[in-house]
C-alpha cells in the first residue's frame, strides 16, 4: 500500500468547513483513497472512499487531485463531535484479509 | 441497517485468567469478520478474521484464539492472559462491494491485565 502523509493537528471553529490534507505522491493506479476516523475511546469509524473523482456522502467530501497525488476531506460544517484523530489511507481493492493499516493520522480539534 | 456490538466494554483481569469477548452483527448476512488490537498509542494490528462459520484465519502468533461459531458471531478468547495482552479490542466486518472492502467496526473493549 502506498504512504500517507498528514499533518499531525489543526483546528478548526466550529460551523466552518474542516479541510485535511493528505498526500499520497506514490499512490498507484488501482489503489483508492480512505478516510476513517476515531473519536476518542471509541472504534474507528468509516467516512469515504474514492478513486479518482470526487465523492461526497451525508459526512463528508472527499477531493482528489487530478494527478492523484493528494486528496482533501472536507466537513462542510465541523461540529464539536468531529474533534477525532483523522486516518488518510490508500489501498488497493484486495480480499477478505485486507487489513486496515492506520499511520499517525491528523488530529482535528473543533473549537466553540 | 448495520450495527455491531461488542461486551463488555471494559475489563479488568488479573494475569493467568481466561478471556472471552464477544462481537455480533446484525442486519447484514454472511459478513466477514475482524478482531483488531490497539495498544496504548499504537496503531491497529489485525489479530484474527474470517470469511464463514468456522473458518478462522490468524494473523500473528498469539496467546489469543478465535472462533465463529454463528454467521453473525465471533469470539475471541484467551485460556491465561499476559500482561502484554492489555488493549483496546476492536471486531469489525466487511461485505464485498465492487471489489473492495470498507471496514466498520465495534464500540471496542478495553481490555487491562493486571
Known amino acids: 500500500d502506498a504512504k500517507t502523509t498528514q499533518p499531525t493537528s489543526m483546528d478548526c471553529a466550529e460551523g466552518r468547513a474542516a479541510n485535511l490534507p493528505c498526500n499520497h505522491s506514490?499512490?498507484?493506479?488501482?489503489?483508492?483513497v480512505y478516510w476513517y476516523r476515531q473519536i476518542h475511546s471509541q472504534g474507528p469509524q468509516y467516512i469515504i472512499h474514492?478513486?479518482?473523482n470526487n465523492e461526497t456522502n451525508e459526512m463528508a467530501s472527499l477531493i482528489i487531485t487530478e494527478d492523484r497525488k493528494s486528496s482533501t476531506l472536507i466537513l462542510p460544517h465541523a461540529t464539536l463531535r468531529d474533534t477525532a484523530v483523522y486516518y488518510c489511507?490508500?489501498?488497493?481493492?484486495?480480499?477478505?484479509?485486507?487489513?486496515?493499516?492506520f499511520g499517525k493520522g491528523i488530529t482535528l480539534s473543533v473549537r466553540p | 441497517s448495520q450495527t455491531i456490538h461488542q461486551w463488555p466494554a471494559t475489563l479488568v483481569q488479573p494475569v493467568g485468567s481466561p478471556l472471552s469477548l464477544e462481537c455480533t452483527v446484525e442486519?447484514?448476512?454472511?459478513?466477514?469478520l475482524y478482531w483488531y488490537r490497539q495498544a496504548a498509542g499504537r496503531g491497529l494490528q489485525l489479530l484474527f478474521y474470517?470469511?464463514?462459520?468456522?473458518?478462522i484465519s490468524s494473523e500473528v502468533p498469539q496467546n489469543l484464539s478465535a472462533s465463529r461459531p454463528q454467521d453473525r458471531q465471533f469470539i475471541l478468547s484467551s485460556k491465561k492472559l499476559l500482561l502484554s495482552d492489555s488493549g483496546f479490542y476492536l471486531c469489525?466486518?466487511?461485505?464485498?462491494?465492487?471489489?473492495?472492502?470498507?471496514?466498520?467496526f465495534g464500540p471496542g473493549t478495553r481490555l487491562t491485565v493486571t
Open positions: 474470517s470469511v464463514g462459520i468456522g473458518q
Open positions: 489511507i490508500v489501498r488497493a481493492p484486495t480480499g477478505a484479509n485486507s487489513k486496515l493499516t
Open positions: 474514492g478513486l479518482k
Open positions: 469489525a466486518w466487511s461485505v464485498a462491494s465492487w471489489g473492495y472492502y470498507e471496514q466498520y
Open positions: 442486519g447484514t448476512s454472511n459478513p466477514n
Open positions: 506514490t499512490i498507484s493506479g488501482n489503489e483508492y
